[in-house]
């Protein structure tokens, strides 16, 4: 909307049109599509930030106002263009273990049993003990990440992914893997092909393992023995009903197990087999195949079902390996999975019972594009619904958006992020600790309840008061030191000051109602920071 | 800064706590409520395996279905535990074994819900709002009992053990929730009346968050005072339970104290066994063996007021009758609920078995549901709460009514 121009002379008025042409120009620039112009420049900027980001931290609403939403959109939707901090890259390469892929990491860290030595209680659990650096480091790097990257969206779609796709870190082997899960199967493919990031996923050893396939076997195979003697359902009911198709997608259980038949035989070269690979000399061929290319995965054909299947009314002709590939393209390809994925982005991005007429947009873009998440996503940033004021500041936050999102707008440099963890656990939202396949919601009915505003102000209050150890030092470096060391760290002061209140308004004070306003100015000093922090508007983005 | 005030700073622990003084348990422990009804539901997440909880050892079927994780028949070795001429108790809940001999203990084998879904999240879903297939429904079912329930509403009338609010509890009637953990009486910084108070002015109104926030308020000086004080107690006594047995033990001494409360939730996860199950050691055994601790904790913390307390059991489905290709069981159909309490027709497996041979099984590999669980909810509803059938109707709308059978597993 444009507003009319004040002027006097009859020169200008001849020259409205023109003027008015250049005004057009100009607001398209910073909102070309046209939605969000009527809005102010504050709150549009505070939105993307909130909805392509962790929320604002200090110097973004700048950054955002200066280059225009519309810049800002196309910045983030094309992560390498924007080049990471010194200081995070250093951070994350002293994250050793985040280098090694699964196949390394089970020789490194993996079970007794694998290096031949007895298996007895004791010796499992100090392979435990060592590998749980593995998950340290994991989610170390993720929310040093998610508080620092410059790169917020691809933080963001690695999070809504890996929900998505979710694995449980405290499910058998998978403690070893979480991270390479992360790091090989989603973070490369969060803004692109989602039939890549399927693919990624379904041969990454933590989602075998996760949902059983690595065991998943057709009963009259050679290769049937043992604890590998049948079909297993597991993974292909949940491809189905949570990865791809949707609950609703139109299988039946007859489609469930015929994925499961063609699934047979995908999975990862087990301790035994590199074991006799290992005294076969095979090792340094294995290493090549396996630790390079494809993080172990491994297709069995002595375990697969070579018959050929119909599936989701597709004849798929019995051929090994390849009937899998055909099976993800035709999955990917569905409608119904365009229509289950652009329902969930819809709903992360805009709201928790998201515009139909969005979800048909997107579902259609994303047939269009056959599956391009970076084109799903730049719609959906220029739609209107995404721009519609009505949906603004009402997504309640998840416990993980509200704590990085608290700590970005503090701007509290951040070392130590076990109170972060901490928090999020009890909140019900363990990183990397999601016992089931569907992950954790983002709605509000999910997370908001009377335990959690009393346990959300009470971390605001600390964190402004800047008194969580969060400036200790780093977790690994913690576990490396003496029980007395420890016990004095722990004991020591933070010594991050308490948040400026007055920046923290200059940030979000956009969002706040005028009630909140008032409320905060008539406390003590003390207490304003906590107050912005802990207020309705900021548990919302 | 000292230690302690750091403490009460750091959030590194759960809900804080008012200091007890007048508040104690002792002055409100006689509620305006004469009613001692009470009703606990567990939900057991991931689809437990009924069959091999109440063993039906009388059938044949079972063992060539089961070749590896069978438990054996009774007085075998490792055999289940005898509770009539059909079915046994799975051995690792030999802690249940004192409640089913003194008859307080029951189970409906066979039960579950109407709709054929085999995914987790439709049938809980189902299973807690009580309306299966439809996936609109807005609250859970236990919600809408407060609705109808006489007395006044309170934030602490229904408490659900855990950071999360479930489906069953969701809906218009305050509901509350408690991480009843170690650290769940630790001091907080909402503690302190100066930083509650100015809290106070930003959630004043009616909406949502301001109503969540009064509530999570209103709770941690109702409940968590009182649970201090028996810990204190507790301390001195005997050594605290081990896993969840503990949050049990608090959640038994918190309904025995206060009044307020008339419902109570808890969910256990872990029972989706598709790989490794185990027969009579491993994964399933284990689980059970904690969740029979669990169960007979709770019953003895509730101490007097277990004579009035109904304890249901329930999963989403049953897993199927035959194992997998890799010792495990899939997701399947018809499965067992479980019912505890001290006014309960116990000591008996009711409901209608179906079998399990081939013509018998749901869809050629499941074992069939003859007992929907609505009625089983419905039948404890009449009677522990008398609700009528207009009542009844706006808790379990279109449920099916209660057999003659399924009446009889609770005293009115």
Known sequence: MIRPIENNTPTLIRRVPILLFILILILSASAPNGYAAAIPSDLRAIHVLNRLAFGPSPGDLEHVKSVGVDKYIEEQLSPNSISLPATLINELDTLSTLRLSAPELFVEYGPPSYHGERGDKEAIQRARQRARVIVEQATEARLVRAIESPRQLEEVMVNFWFNHFNVFAQKGLDHLWIGSYERAAIRPYALGRFRDLLAATAKHPAMLFYLDNWQNTAPDSPGARGNFKGLNENYARELMELHTLGVDGGYTQEDVITLARILTGWGFRRPGQTLQARAAGFVQTQRAENFSNNNGFYFDPNRHDFSTKVFLGRTIRGSGIQEGEEAFDILAQHPSTARHLSYELAQYFVSDDPPKSLVDRLAKEYLETRGNIRSVLNTLFHSPEFWDEQYFSKKFKTPYEYVISAVRAAGTPVTNTRPLLGMMAQLGMPLYHCQTPDGYKNTQEAWLNPNAMTQRINFATALAAGRLPLDQPPVGAMEQMSEAKRTTADNQLARNGPVDPTALIKLVGGTLSTETKAAIENSRPAFRAPLILGSPEFMQR | ?412
């Open chain 2, 1 to 412: 800064m000292k230690r302690r005030e750091f403490l009460q700073l750091t959030l590194l622990s759960t809900s804080g706590l008012l200091l007890l003084g007048e508040n104690g348990w002792a002055a409100k422990a006689i509620g305006d409520d004469k009613n001692p009804k009470r009703l606990v539901v567990v939900f057991l997440r991931g689809a437990v395996d009924g069959l091999n909880v109440v063993v039906p050892y009388s059938e044949s079927s079972y063992y060539t279905s089961r070749p590896t994780i069978a438990i054996q028949r009774p007085a075998q070795n490792g055999g289940a535990l005898k509770l009539d001429q059909h079915f046994g108790l799975h051995p690792a809940l030999s802690s249940l074994m004192p409640f089913w001999e003194k008859g307080t203990l029951a189970f409906v084998h066979a039960s579950g819900s109407s709709d054929s879904s085999r995914s987790h999240f439709d049938a809980q879903d189902y299973m807690e709002t009580a309306t299966p297939g439809l996936k609109s429904t807005p609250d859970g079912w236990l919600n809408r009992l407060l609705d109808v329930l006489p007395g006044t509403r309170s934030a602490t009338e229904a408490i659900s053990v855990g950071p999360t609010l479930p489906r069953i509890l969701s809906g218009r009637a305050a509901a509350t929730n408690l991480p009843l953990g170690k650290a769940a009486t630790r001091p907080m910084p909402l503690d302190r009346p100066e930083i509650q108070e100015a809290f106070d002015r930003l959630y004043k109104g009616s909406d949502p968050l301001s109503v969540a926030y009064r509530e999570g308020q209103t709770s941690r000086k109702q409940l968590l005072s009182e649970l201090t004080e028996e810990m204190t107690m507790a301390d001195n006594g005997a050594p605290s339970a081990v896993g969840f047995a503990d949050q049990a033990q608090k959640l038994g001494w918190l309904i025995q104290r206060d009044s307020t409360i008339k419902v109570a939730f808890f969910a256990l996860g872990g029972w989706d066994t598709h790989i490794n199950q185990g027969s009579v050691a491993g994964q399933l055994p284990n689980r059970l063996k904690g969740l029979g601790e669990t169960l007979s904790t709770l019953a003895q913390a509730l101490g007097p007021l277990y004579s009035d307390t109904v304890i249901l059991v329930m999963s989403e489905f049953g897993r199927t009758v035959h194992e997998n290709g890799n010792t495990g069981t899939d997701h399947g159909h018809g499965n067992v609920m479980w019912i505890m309490g001290g006014n309960v027709r116990g000591g008996k497996v009711y409901g209608q078995w179906p079998g399990l041979s081939g013509n018998e099984l749901y869809e050629g590999r499941d074992l069939a549901v003859t007992t929907d669980f609505r009625e089983i909810v419905s039948a404890v509803l009449e009677s522990q709460f008398g609700l009528s059938s207009t009542q009844l109707g706006k808790v379990i709308p279109k449920g099916p009514k209660p057999s003659r059978d399924i009446r009889e597993v609770v005293r009115i």
